[in-house]
């Protein structure tokens, strides 16, 4: 009998046309590198976004598409395979392909509003309700600011549906130094919703006594001695 393995199946990165579009192109670095396989997708709102935010001419074909991301992120290992916007007929607008997960990074509200009422009119929306409909992992990460009434009830509405809202929220207990430190917080954080070890993180232990006074410099934490018991 064979089983499924979670592990070894590809992961679902949808980019919709929130700001913050560096974070999804560090998802897909973090993600090939990681050797693993790659379904990506790019709204046809987030191609008008790259363009706006970093002047960016995305393909809209995939194959243009797969050698344009290739070629960005410099980054020959794992599989990737992209899917044109609206394409209803690829492997994951099915149940029957099995995917590890979902992540949405960023999410526009107007993909979240669609994936809430249930409307599927492009293939991110239409993967999203798949994941739902299958209890698959779905990560939504939505970008926006300030939540009117109507995002956050859009919200609540798929987190009720089992998807995991993970907000691309900056912190500073890592103490990032740069923003590309700051990127991959928020990336790996938003990845640890699919149990995804994306990169090594500055993640909290805990207070560590005796060191690390206020207004000092950082240390890191390999030179920081044990913490007490
Ligand atoms: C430069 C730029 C930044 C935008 N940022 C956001 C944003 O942060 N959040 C959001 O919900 N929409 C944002 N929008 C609007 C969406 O791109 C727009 O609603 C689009 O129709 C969303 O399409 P999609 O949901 O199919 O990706 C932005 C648009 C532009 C041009």
Redesign the pocket.
């Given at each position: 009998m064979l089983s499924f393995n979670p592990a070894a199946a590809p992961v679902v990165l949808a980019v919709?046309?929130?700001?913050a579009q560096p974070l999804a192109q560090r998802a897909l670095e973090l993600l090939l590198e990681a050797n693993l396989a790659v379904e990506m997708v790019t709204?046809?709102?987030?191609i008008?976004?790259w363009q706006?935010?970093l002047g960016l001419r995305v393909p809209s074909e995939p194959e243009a598409q797969e050698l344009f991301w290739r070629e960005r992120t410099g980054c020959q290992s794992g599989l990737l395979r992209c899917h044109r916007w609206n394409d209803q007929a690829a492997a994951i607008a099915s149940g029957s392909y099995r995917t590890r997960g979902m992540v949405i990074l960023p999410a526009?509200?107007?993909?979240v509003g669609r994936i809430a009422s249930g409307v599927a009119l492009?293939l991110i929306e239409r993967a999203a309700d798949v994941h739902l409909k299958e209890g698959r992992p779905l990560v939504i990460a939505p970008?926006?600011l300030p939540w009117n009434l109507v995002h956050l009830r859009n919200l609540t509405r798929l987190a009720e549906a089992g998807a995991r809202i993970a907000p691309p929220v900056p912190a500073w207990y890592h103490q990032p130094r740069t923003i590309e430190e700051m990127v991959d917080f928020l990336v790996i954080r938003v990845f640890d919703g699919l149990d995804l070890e994306l990169g090594s993180l500055n993640r909290w232990q805990g207070p560590l006594r005796g060191v690390h006074p206020p207004g000092q410099d950082r240390q890191e934490p390999s030179t920081l001695p044990p913490s007490e018991p």
């Open positions: 919709s046309g929130a700001s709204s046809r709102g987030a008008g976004v706006a935010e526009s509200m107007g993909t492009d970008r926006e």
